[in-house]
């Protein structure tokens, strides 16, 4: 007997190819061969993701929602309508990171034991009437509150390494997320996801730390533990926590900067061939520089990122905290000897330090504080970024998918921040150049021959920017930021790069982070190796302006100063746009 010939099939590719230039046609991004790959993606399901059953337990409002984004989300790359272009990650494959070829701890990042199979939605959220768990400063620490964070952390490393509650793996996460372990679920797009950089910074790390902190309240059996943070802002918090350098403590760890140690203060510009500065110019240096990063940041862009959705060129830009003092205190906490500032200094063995989570704690604390600031400070509300999601193991080891939305208010993770005196909020900048001598400094800079763009910053760099508007009504003020773009930043993503950005300054006498010229750092930490980083950086400049009485000026001086990675960036160019607040 003949086998029946399989008619089913073939109608269906034929149907299929018929349909390809119609939709062509119809959607002028798409193209014939993003087509086929888009089948063929859909057909291949890698072995390991049929042995963990994550094909099956994908739910059908889940595959629905790639398929709007597929072939709808792809077409939309510039125009902000209401199809989604949220985050979410193909978990189903994790691939081995980009390393340093130099790499001290050569690791592969992903989980041991994946449990991708099932995954829960997240639904702990405190109820309104129960107790906050209020995360204190180490500073302010009792006995008792610093005995369980050393016991949690104890008792975290002392699981099995291939447990996913264990210190190493959750030391892996972190690694996973930010040198591209995960791919985006994107089927014509094969993006390396990396948390940082972008508008995914705070969310990102609040979610991160949360689940570090409810498995340390598990393991101690305390569901009020509450992670204390090291408030770098603060005078009385300027030094590395002395528990961290006790060496019979669980939050003791080696590989740090040893002249960095307590009673030396933090440099929150810290770069990494910064001089030694005398402990009460540091201090006033870091206030000053907190208060850029927190006031002078009046725009949502400014303070929590730039925004990347489903389609977006990876990595942005990073928002004002997150460039300095996030990037700073890496790396100043980081060895001096080790090829990147391991382990602090480079995100993939960052988190094997217990001090990345102090750190992080304070910048979570950050963003609470920022929100209080006023002056129309307030979260995204773009529902591409409140859609976006993560993946965390929790107490129990279950693996918990969660959404950005959820996270944005830390009252609903059943936290809140102890207050702090905020000694920044009263330490603004000062001016030190006089009218005359920003004006002649123009003057000078203008009769020089122009920068030809792009340009390679291998020395101390000052351009003329235009400025399209001036003397701005006190209401457009109030709404509408001017903000000083540095774009096209270009450099190989194995480069630790650090350069200031001064405005109206004078190349020969620069001044200092107390100092209003001075008006914010770009820096990027070792982040893979082998290929090529564009990003950009903004800084909102309209009190800048303001304090200077530059407002009536055609145009700016800024000046760019190479720290570190001399020669090994580009900029493409550097202009003024308004964002509104
Ligand atoms: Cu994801 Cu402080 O790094």
């Known amino acids: 007997m003949t086998t029946p010939a399989k008619p089913l099939p073939l109608f269906f590719a034929l149907i299929i190819i018929l ?18 790959k888009f089948i063929c993606r859909q057909t291949y399901k890698p072995p ?69 199979s099932k995954f829960l939605d997240f639904k702990d959220f405190a109820s309104p009437s129960a107790k906050l768990r209020v995360r204190k400063p180490f500073h302010l620490l009792d006995e008792e509150d610093i005995a369980k964070f050393e016991k949690g952390i104890a008792l975290m490393k002392a699981l099995p390494d291939d447990d996913p509650r264990s210190f190493i793996q959750q030391a892996k996460v972190h690694c996973a997320y930010c040198n591209g372990a995960y791919h985006l679920s994107h089927p014509f797009q094969d993006t390396k996801f990396d948390i940082h950089r972008s508008w995914f910074f705070f969310p990102f ?70 001089n030694y500065v005398p402990s009460h110019k540091q201090v006033s240096y870091n206030l000053a520089t907190m208060y850029k990063q927190m006031v002078l940041a009046s725009t949502t862009e400014l303070f929590m990122g730039s925004p990347f959705r489903l389609g977006d060129n990876p990595r942005p830009g990073p928002g004002s905290v997150e460039a300095a003092p996030h990037n700073t205190v890496h790396t100043w906490v980081g060895g001096a000897e080790t090829p990147h500032h391991e382990d602090m200094g480079t995100f993939y063995t960052a988190a094997r330090d217990p001090i990345f989570y102090g750190h992080h704690s304070n ?13 129309g400070r307030r979260d995204y509300s773009d529902q591409d970024w409140l ?3 993560f993946f965390f193991y929790d107490e129990n080891a279950n693996f918990v998918r969660v959404k950005v939305r959820d996270c944005i208010d830390t009252k609903n993770l059943g936290y809140v921040y102890q207050d702090v005196d905020l000694a920044w909020l009263r330490t603004p900048p000062t001016s030190r150049k006089s009218k005359l001598l920003r004006q002649t400094k123009k003057a000078q800079v203008r009769s020089w021959k122009p920068r030809k763009f792009p340009l390679v910053l291998d020395s101390i760099t000052s351009v003329i920017v235009k400025r399209q508007k001036k003397l701005r009504s006190k209401e457009e003020k109030e709404e509408v930021e001017e903000v000083l ?47 090529k980083i564009s990003t950009s950086f903004k800084v909102g400049i309209s009190k800048v302006l303001e ?8 145009d700016l001086l800024v000046t760019l100063v190479p720290k570190v990675g001399k020669g090994d960036v580009i900029i493409r160019s550097i202009k003024i746009e308004f964002i509104p607040k």
């Open 547 to 554: 304090n200077f009485e530059a407002e009536e000026d055609d």
């Open 205 to 274: 790390h609040r979610w991160y730390i949360y689940f570090f902190e409810r498995i340390l309240g598990n393991l101690i059996g305390d569901p009020n533990f509450a992670l204390p943070f090291w408030s770098w802002d603060s005078i009385e918090g300027m030094q590395m926590p002395t528990y961290f350098t006790n060496l019979n403590s669980s939050l003791y760890h080696k590989l740090r900067h040893q002249k960095h140690l307590p009673p030396h203060v933090v440099d929150l510009n810290y770069a990494s061939n910064s």
């Open 48 to 116: 390991h993701a049929k042995e963990n059953g994550l094909v099956k337990s994908s739910s059908e409002k889940d595959k629905s929602r790639l398929w709007r984004k597929t072939f709808i989300g792809f077409k939309n790359i510039d125009d902000s309508s209401s199809i989604s272009r949220s985050i979410s990650l193909n978990i189903s494959e994790c691939f081995p990171v980009e390393l340093p070829s130099d790499a001290i701890t050569p690791t592969h990042c992903c989980p041991s034991k994946p449990s991708f």
């Open 363 to 375: 910048l979570d604390r950050m963003w609470a504080i920022w929100k209080t600031l006023g002056e």
């Open 387 to 389: 859609d976006s999601e």
């Open 485 to 531: 773009v540095i774009e096209g930043i270009e450099f190989g993503s194995d480069k630790f790069v650090k350069f200031d950005i001064h405005v109206d300054d004078d190349e020969d006498r620069l001044s200092n982070p107390d100092e209003t010229e001075f008006v914010g750092s770009f820096v990027n930490l070792y982040h893979g190796h082998g290929h």
């Open 19 to 36: 349909l390809i230039p119609l939709i062509s046609l119809l959607y002028n991004h798409f193209s014939v061969f993003t087509a086929i």
